[in-house]
């Protein structure tokens, strides 16, 4: 299974971004699609996933403020109200037959 993140960047506090991940290579749905970040010197940290049910799961940091939400086998993150302490390169991750797939990484920078 392939990974292909985009829609990073730099935005403003209180601004909103939409990041999108795009599987491949699979040949059945992906169980669960999701997205973890990592902030300069700390780990590597969950955001929110969702399943091909449609069943949901967040940090509390973000909760309320993004969503998650699947199409098929892309997935995507609305990010609102953006704070600095979301800064991170944000991974997007699929957990399928008792596998895990990472995507590249895309870089969300919020900053005046």
């Known amino acids: 299974v392939q990974l292909q993140a985009s829609g990073g960047g730099l935005v403003q506090p209180g601004g909103s971004l939409r990041l999108s991940c795009a599987a491949s290579?699979?040949?059945?749905?992906?169980?669960?699609m999701g997205w973890y970040r990592q902030a300069p010197g700390s780990q590597r940290e969950f955001v929110a996933h969702?399943?091909?049910?449609?069943s949901t799961n967040y940090a509390a940091s973000v909760k309320g403020r993004f969503t998650i939400s699947r199409d098929n086998d892309t997935v995507y993150l609305q990010m609102n109200n953006l704070k600095p302490e979301d800064t991170a390169v944000y991974y997007c991750?699929?957990?399928?037959?008792?596998?895990?797939?990472w995507g590249q990484g895309t870089l969300v920078t919020v900053s005046s």
């Open positions: 991750n699929a957990y399928n037959l008792g596998s895990v797939y």
């Open positions: 290579g699979s040949r059945f749905s992906i169980n669960i």
């Open positions: 969702i399943s091909n049910m449609g």
